[in-house]
């Protein structure tokens, strides 16, 4: 019998899109959803979700996704599940360099200070959802999400020293997660140093963890 292999889990933070026909199937276990032509529409119009953390211990056939509506709709946050082989496409976080002719004129300064930095740097949050669906989800208010790659110990010290400089008089506030083999940590906690621990965020599960312990590790 030949060797059969589970897919590698889904990272957080990945944006997927899922078969019409599955979506149509879980909104009709979903009479809280079936009132929103916007959410009913999703999969047609071929908009993405995003990998969410997921409970652990859950199925692992099943893929824990987010869905959150623009400020125009309620800014609702819908979590929702769905198997793995339901899932057509699969597809990193947009670069923050693409992204960026969807931000504000009074973002692309720092933007381009930001791709400056790293040229790798990509983003989720609303300036992403705006890039992949055409939807007005940036507001006054709303915050720059980004997503570096753990690089070596002396790079990013200078990569959080500057984001940190940028930051001060920066017109939005720049939040975000340095991403390494076992998940993210939020820059700002890593650049303030406090403490020797510093808080995980996993794909099931968000632990304290040794400083040292995730800087020695590096994106899979």
Known sequence: MPETHQPEPLQRHTFVKVEVAAWAALIATRPDLADEPLVTGWAQRRFPLIVRRGVGGADDKLVALGLPLPPSHGKRRIAVALPRDTISEIAAPPLLSEAAQMAPDHWQDVIRRLVALSQEVRCFGSLAWQYLTGLPYLSAGSDLDLLWSLPDADDLDGLLAAVAHLERDAPMRIDGEIIGTQG???????????????????LHEIYLIERAAFLAGAPA
């Open 184 to 202: 993210g940590v939020n820059w700002r906690e890593l650049h303030q140093v406090a403490s020797s621990e510093v808080l995980l965020k996993g």
